[in-house]
């Protein structure tokens, strides 16, 4: 398996940007598909964006295309996820985890997890 910390999470106001990173390590990083999901409190952990193993193809959930865009860097072993015109409505935890099924969107589909990093958009 493949260890997955995060980064970059934040106090932002409404309308601003942020960009999370997620680097991993003790795998072969280029072996993976990577996503980023996000909980809530008191909600279930959901999609937000992923990303195949090149970079090549990424995919959003609705809510957040045009807004967020994924990338990855394969030579440092990360993923960023940037973040823009940001609503209150982002306000999560946001987790990246890795997973060796194309497309996947379900977190059970993902072997593994980070630790999370909060973001916190205020009105």
């Known amino acids: 398996q493949v260890q997955l910390v995060e980064s970059g999470g934040g106090l932002v106001q409404a309308g601003g940007s942020l960009s999370l990173s997620c680097a991993a390590s003790?795998?072969?990083?280029?072996?993976?598909?990577m996503g980023w999901f996000r909980q809530a409190p008191g909600k279930e952990r959901d999609f937000v964006a992923g990303i195949t193993r090149s970079g090549g193809v990424t995919f959003y959930t609705d809510s957040v295309k045009g807004r967020f865009t994924l990338s990855r860097d394969n030579a440092k072993n990360t993923v960023y996820l940037h973040m823009n015109s940001l609503k209150p409505g982002d306000t999560a935890v946001y987790y990246c985890?890795?997973?060796?099924?194309?497309?996947?969107?379900?977190?059970?589909?993902?072997?593994?997890w980070g630790q999370g990093t909060q973001v916190t958009v205020s009105s």
């Open positions: 003790g795998s072969t990083f280029s072996s993976y598909n």
């Open positions: 985890a890795a997973t060796t099924y194309y497309g996947a969107r379900d977190t059970s589909l993902y072997d593994s």
